[in-house]
């Protein structure tokens, strides 16, 4: 029989709320962003009364998963997250949700049906933790062994962009200039320091010819002398291109980002470039590690809870990165302040994690919290509150909401290239390597 206090931890209902939220036209190799992304809003409450949130993946294919998952939760303890991964296990995945699936052109690496458990498991994860915490009275980071850090550290996230999604598309406009050269890039970038104070930056790269990347990042360079620098241009080029930017860039990145796709070429690369590789691409999954690791493919891994399956995952992945002296930094995608939490909190017990952490946060002017988080001198501090330390605001929510029902469709997949078709009916995505 189950203690008053297990009792009171065990799952009674699970509520999913996908929506729609408010993305720049921040471009990519792939296209453009949409003017509305998808997101999952995860509410676990337990017999106790205690509410949990999670944020997750809301395309279509991640709420076919997430669906049959809730169904199967009451009566599971928010505390027993091992039982949250054996039923997980038991929901099928439908083998046209990945062999159809494009997932933004690869940009987060190759689909699997198991990731896409995994990142719909990463957001009832931390709803579960979220619901803990607030019960036990502890912050999220307390129940992953105690944070080692008081303050995260993130870096500014810099994009291609125009001032404005193309004439005639529904968005909510925001106050961002075009940035589509190098003076563009370094006017995002001085606003990035001046308003959040972030002292690293990244260029989202393999949008324009990698001459003109690269005197983005020389322009970077020049205006925030010995500031660390990464450019990701998520696996558009080739051995050769990757290696002559490499060369040319060498004395100022901190590293290169996925310059090109796949492990063999990955390796190929970090065999000559003089300089760390990183990816969010090529190894994204514990399956993919002992490949990358062994041909010495990638010296950074990104981590990423949504891909990793959870907190506790990524807790894992750091022990392994730190056991074969990879490094460990933190990727991110359109994301709210529910992931940003998270993140936060389990960046604050990794010992090993040795850069700033990426996050589009400053890109989204929608939130589904009642309190938005400040990033201060390119810092988040790690809440000390029950849980993760957010409030739902219900109110947006029921809003964001009320747009993924009246959207015709078009909105609820991320589709980066049929973004870019609206300004460019010619445009078909990239063959890969673009360069
Ligand atoms: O949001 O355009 C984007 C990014 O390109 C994103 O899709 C990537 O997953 O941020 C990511 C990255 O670092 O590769
Ligand atoms: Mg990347």
Known sequence: AQTPEAQALTIAEVRLTPILVADPPLLNTQGVHQPYTPRLIIEVVTEGGVTGIGETYGDTKYLDLARPLAEKLPGLGVTDLNGLFTLADEVAVDASRVENSVDVGGL???????????????????????????AAGLPVHALLGGKVRDRVEYSAYLFYRWAEHPDGVACEPDDWDAAVDPAG?????????????????????????????????RAL????????????PNGAWSVPTSLHVAEELRDVLEYLEDPTSGTPGMAEVAGAAGVPLATNMCVTTFGEIREAFTKGAVQVVLSDHHYWGGLRN???????????????????????????????????TVPNLDYACDSHYPWQTEDVITERLTFRDGRLDVSDAPGLGVELDRERLAVLHQRWLDDDGTMRDRDDAAAMRVADPEWETPAIPRW
């Open 108 to 134: 987060r690496g190759v689909q699997t049906a198991d990731k896409l458990r995994l990142s719909i498991v990463s957001g009832f994860e931390v709803a579960c933790l979220d619901a803990w915490g607030k």
């Open 221 to 232: 360079a020049e205006r925030f002398p010995g500031q660390p620098m990464r450019l990701d």
């Open 185 to 217: 890039v370094v006017a995002q970038a001085e606003r990035f320091s001046r308003d959040y104070g972030f002292t690293s930056f990244k260029l989202k790269g393999g949008v324009f010819e990698p001459a003109e990347e690269i005197a983005a990042i």
């Open 314 to 348: 990524t807790r894992e992945l750091a022990a392994i990165c730190r056991t074969f002296g990879v490094g460990l930094s933190m990727h991110s995608n359109t994301h709210l302040g529910i992931s940003l939490a998270a993140m936060t909190h389990v960046a604050a």
